[in-house]
Structure formats: structure tokens, C-alpha cells
């Protein structure tokens, strides 16, 4: 593996922000992030927020939800998820659209933790292996996760077998994503 998990979404944020001001000279734009509170935020427009990444600096990872359910998680979904605060970013592989699940703010972590302990008790209950979400698909039940088990990048319908690997490993899967625009 030629990348680690923190250079492959750096270099995919790099990318993104760049479709960004190359498509319309600005940083990239949220309407769904507009009127929430981040140090995110570099401007705000006609019901959007234009945004860059910060650092994100919470040292505690993802231990609360790893204490909540007595399970340790790869080292790949810490470092994806305690890496920067961004808005969510657009992306495709293989044809498949999907967005990539960022943290915009503190507040937004705390979230997050209850909705990552939310989706391993109900993978849990249906005696499913556990995943970590990272991204959304257009489906309503469709996730890009990481297995917990393999650490392989999969595209998952929520509660239920059907899964597909898309990638051995997260850091190769976020180095070959191409950015995307659509709002």
C-alpha cells in the first residue's frame, strides 16, 4: 500500500477542492451545511456554505463507541474519521456515485458516535459482521463501510447480506475515487 489513510484523504480533499475552484472559482459548496455552525466555513452565499478543511484535533477517537460496544476498530476508521473536518465530499468509483461522510464540526462527532453505535447493534442484533459507514450511495439504504473484520471497503445494503467489496483496503480505496460535482 503506497498511501496511508490520512495522505489518500488529504490527497482526495486536494482534489476535490481544486474540481471545485477550477468549476467555479470558489471552495467547495453545501446548501444541506448552510446556517450550521463550523470552523469550516470560509464564505457563505445565496443559501450555501463554501467550505475548506481543518485540522481536527479531539484526541479521543472513536473510543466511546468502541467502549459502548466492547469491539475494536480498525485503525483505518479512526484515522479516516479524526483526520479533518470537512463538509461531505462528492465521489465516484466505478461508475458508482456516492458521498463521503466528513465531520463539520465537534458537535457533529458526538453525532456521529451515536449513529456508528446505532448501526453496529443493529448489525449486531441481525448477527451481521460489523461495519463502519463512510459514505452514503443514492439508495436510501446504501453504504460505502469498512468491514471491521478485513478492513475491506464494501458497498452494503443497511440491515441486510447483500454486500459487495469495492477495495482490499480504505487507503487504496480513497487513492483511486475521482471527485465529482453534483448538487
Known sequence: MSFNVTEALSDFTRRYIELWQEKTGFPPASSDLYGIPSPCIERKGEGVVHWLPQSFSI??????????????????????????????????????????????????????????????????????????????????????????LTGQVILEQFGSHERTTLSADLASFLSVLNPVMFN
Not at 463521503?100 to 447493534?121: A, K, P, T, Y
Open 59 to 148: 484526541q479521543e477517537k472513536l473510543s466511546k463507541v468502541e467502549a459502548a460496544l466492547e469491539i475494536r476498530l480498525q485503525d483505518s476508521i479512526h484515522d479516516y474519521y479524526m483526520m479533518q473536518l470537512a463538509g461531505d465530499m462528492t465521489a465516484s468509483f466505478e461508475g458508482q456515485n456516492f458521498s463521503l461522510i466528513q465531520l463539520w464540526s465537534e458537535d457533529d462527532f458526538i453525532r456521529l458516535q451515536e449513529n456508528l453505535i446505532g448501526h453496529l447493534v443493529t448489525q449486531k442484533r441481525l448477527k451481521l459482521s460489523p461495519t463502519v459507514f463512510i459514505g452514503t450511495t443514492d439508495s436510501d439504504m446504501g453504504l460505502i463501510s469498512v468491514c471491521n
